[in-house]
């Protein structure tokens, strides 16, 4: 386990709400409740190693309908959905909308826990990854545009000469970008270059 994982718990019955803010924390979660959807989009701040469950029916917006503002808003945390009355289309849809799990009540505490460790766990590698394609875009946003164009050409396997070519310069100032952006990536080798591309491309995926 990376860190302290964190719950966030939304459901408009305050008896319920609060019963499993003590399950939680008596597990040692960091616990974070909100009696409504609108409140918890307007304050939630996103975590890493965290969890989020959600009451599928509630006043306004239902769980579904929150499940669906999360993606729209680019907030990449895993849900379980929780009722007294899922059927299995609702269930079927709420899987297909991205839920890592819909549990019927009433709920078990011992495996309510377990789904969302196993959740956190199980969509870490993701979250790793995304942390490394913006680490690498964040390193290529640091290049020139031609630099840019250099580190590309680089990567495909290009020569100085060849590059010098392409791009209508000398190669001795192919040979200065690509110090230049080496240093400014703190890289050394092509190999390494290559991989921040494929980073970068891994974010479009």
């Given at each position: 386990?990376?860190?302290?994982?964190?719950?966030?718990?939304?459901?408009?019955?305050?008896?319920?709400?609060?019963?499993?803010?003590?399950?939680?924390?008596?597990?040692?979660f960091?616990?974070?409740?909100?009696?409504?959807?609108?409140?918890?989009?307007?304050?939630?701040?996103p975590?890493?190693?965290?969890?989020?469950?959600?009451?599928?029916?509630?006043?306004?917006?239902?769980?579904?309908?929150?499940?669906?503002?999360?993606?729209?808003?680019?907030?990449?945390?895993?849900?379980?959905?929780?009722?007294?009355?899922?059927?299995?289309?609702?269930?079927?849809?709420?899987?297909?909308?991205?839920?890592?799990?819909?549990?019927?009540?009433?709920?078990?505490?011992?495996?309510?826990?377990?789904?969302?460790?196993?959740?956190?766990?199980?969509?870490?590698?993701?979250?790793?990854?995304?942390?490394?394609?913006?680490?690498a875009?964040?390193?290529?946003?640091?290049?020139?545009?031609?630099?840019l164009?250099?580190?590309?050409?680089?990567?495909?396997g290009?020569?100085?000469?060849e590059?010098?070519?392409?791009?209508?310069?000398?190669?001795?100032?192919?040979?200065?970008?690509?110090?230049?952006?080496?240093?400014?990536?703190?890289?050394?080798?092509?190999?390494?270059?290559?991989?921040?591309?494929?980073?970068?491309e891994?974010?479009?995926?």
């Open positions: 386990m990376s860190g302290e994982q964190s719950v966030a718990i939304v459901d408009d019955d305050d008896f319920f709400r609060k019963a499993l803010e003590r399950v939680f924390r008596s597990a040692g960091r616990v974070e409740s909100f009696a409504s959807p609108e409140t918890f989009l307007a304050s939630y701040i975590k890493e190693e965290a969890c989020l469950i959600l009451d599928l029916r509630m006043p306004r917006i239902g769980g579904l309908e929150l499940l669906d503002r999360l993606k729209d808003r680019g907030i990449d945390v895993p849900v379980i959905i929780y009722s007294g009355n899922a059927d299995v289309p609702v269930a079927v849809q709420a899987m297909q909308a991205g839920a890592f799990a819909v549990i019927q009540k009433p709920l078990s505490s011992e495996l309510l826990i377990s789904q969302v460790r196993m959740a956190i766990a199980e969509t870490r590698p993701r979250r790793a990854r995304r942390l490394q394609v913006a680490a875009r964040a390193k290529l946003g640091l290049l020139t545009e031609r630099e164009e250099v580190a590309r050409y680089l990567a495909e290009l020569s100085s000469p590059m010098a070519d392409v791009l209508s310069i000398s190669p001795r100032t192919v040979d200065a970008h690509r110090t230049n952006l080496f240093r400014k990536l703190e890289i050394k080798s092509i190999a390494a270059l290559a991989r921040l591309f494929v980073l970068d891994l974010g479009d995926s």
